[in-house]
């Protein structure tokens, strides 16, 4: 078994309210910034032991599927990295 590190990133599918990245885009804005869009995330990192990165993988996406993100609402990412 091998130890990876397992970067979930999810974040709300576009057209879905984001209340929190509207309030900070708007804020941003009023500072001078000019930007087209914002989104907010939430970042998980999962520290795990698996047989391959494959493998790693297959995991985080079944946990992001079953607990980290709402598929009718979230869209996410994984990432695997050998620790």
């Not at 087209?36 to 079944?62: G, H």
Request: glycine share 2%; net charge negative.
């Amino acid at each position: 078994m091998t130890a990876y590190t397992a970067t979930v990133t999810v974040r709300l599918k576009r057209g879905v309210l984001d209340p929190e990245a509207e309030t900070t885009k708007q804020a941003l804005e009023r500072l001078g910034f000019e930007l087209e869009e914002l989104r907010s995330s939430d970042r998980f990192e999962i520290d795990l032991e698996a047989p391959s990165a494959d493998a790693a993988r297959e995991r985080a996406d079944e946990m992001a599927e079953r607990l980290l993100a709402n598929p009718t609402i979230h869209d996410y990412d994984v990432e695997v990295d050998e620790r």
